[in-house]
């Protein structure tokens, strides 16, 4: 756990902001009607994949396979904690991450060469979506648990956040991570506002490059976009469950 929340700071004090600045930029060049309307357009999408979306990434079996592994493994740890054990679930964690990014470039690169944007952005939040839940699966985690759903918004905020904000949503995960884990009850309903907030935070980066790829010239940076995007959730998701899967063996034995 030390060792982990050393890579964490490491993690949270990590800056782009040249990268922002170049974001911004070009965010300014949109006229604000065609992004409002882009944005609202953004967010009923992610509501919709987010709500709904779980089906369709249930039936690539990448998932499944990630969840009996990671349960057998789970089972181990319960039974004696041991460092194999740790790093086997760490191995298959990684291997999620390899695989979603190298789906995240493809998707951006094909559509991206073609002058496709915006028609990706409902593609990428599902591969998004997958990857965070596969890494979930592996440290024992399954997102079809209802109250699952609010940390999954969790680790999206602490992924795209910003500077101080990244600072205190990574603090905000922890705290809703802290609860699950001690309490069977808590608010677990997602609202309206949970998702708008989540929808805010990604749209910015996303509508952006989305719009750039949707013309032929800058379509090859949909791979690098995707690329970049892919690896912001793989970090989080892998930082947060392990942090979590770890806090919950912590409290087993010393009860």
């Keep these: ?20 600045e170049n974001k911004r930029t070009i965010r300014d060049r949109i006229p604000q009607k065609t992004y409002d309307a882009l944005e609202k357009a953004f967010e009923k999408g992610f509501k919709f994949i987010f709500d709904k979306g779980g089906g369709i990434v249930e039936k690539t079996g990448s998932i499944e396979k990630a969840r009996t592994k990671g349960e057998a493994l789970n089972e181990s740890m319960e039974r004696m904690v041991h460092p194999d054990t740790i790093k086997a679930i760490d191995k298959l964690a990684s291997s999620k991450v390899v695989s979603s990014r190298f789906a995240g470039t493809a998707d951006g690169t094909v559509l991206g060469i073609f002058g496709m944007g915006m028609p ?9 979506l997958k990857s965070c839940y596969e890494i979930g699966a592996a440290y ?11 940390y999954t918004l969790s680790i999206l905020k602490t992924a795209f956040s910003r500077d101080e904000e990244k600072v205190t949503a990574s603090q905000e995960c922890d705290d809703l991570a802290g609860t699950m884990e001690r309490f ?3 608010d677990r309903e997602v609202t309206d506002e949970d998702i708008k907030e989540i929808a805010s935070v990604l749209a910015t980066d996303m509508l952006v490059a989305k719009f750039l790829q949707g013309f032929t010239f800058f379509g090859v940076v949909g791979g690098a976009f995707n690329y970049s995007m ?5 970090k989080a998701a892998k930082l947060k469950y392990k ?13």
């Design 230 to 234: 892919m690896s912001k959730i793989n």
């Design 1 to 20: 756990m030390n060792k982990l929340e050393q890579q964490e700071q490491k993690y949270l004090s990590y800056s782009v902001k040249e990268a922002d």
């Design 184 to 186: 069977e009850e808590f």
């Design 243 to 255: 942090k979590r899967f770890l806090y919950r063996h912590m409290l087993r034995v010393s009860e």
């Design 120 to 128: 990706d952005i409902p593609i990428f939040l599902s591969l998004l």
């Design 140 to 150: 024992g985690f399954d997102y079809r648990d209802e109250r699952e759903k609010k």
